[in-house]
């Protein structure tokens, strides 16, 4: 399931490079941004457990833009990655604009929701 941008967003947004051991993010960090995978893996870390690790095509982040709480997990680089990120106005045309994009978002929440419950 490789997500991808609309043409109109992906133009707008600038790619973004993170070496191998870098954090994007940490947990309670305000979130005004996702981000999606182009190149690279990403690992999301709850705790010291990592908990997933995003591969391209995939999202990151997304949680912060739709309840608009602070960041619930911390995402580091695995390897050397390349990221686009999304702004929350990006994000809102999208949803509006691609309802198949707000499905896909909707199903990569479900996929880790239902991981993380079976986890527990």
Do not use: W
Request: net charge negative.
């Amino acid at each position: 399931n490789k997500m991808k941008l609309p043409a109109m967003v992906e133009n707008e947004v600038k790619l973004q490079s993170y070496p191998a051991g870098t954090t994007i993010f940490s947990s309670e960090d305000p979130g005004d941004v996702m981000y999606l995978v182009k190149s690279g893996e990403v690992d999301i870390i709850v705790g010291d457990h990592i908990v997933e690790t995003v591969v391209p095509g995939d999202i990151l982040g997304e949680m912060a833009l739709i309840d608009r709480e602070p960041r619930s997990a911390t995402a580091r680089a695995k390897t050397d990655c390349a990221l686009l990120p999304v702004n929350q106005r990006q994000f809102t045309f999208m949803v509006q604009e691609t309802p198949f994009f707000a499905l896909e978002v909707m199903r990569t929440m479900s996929r880790r929701l239902r991981s993380k419950n079976h986890g527990m």
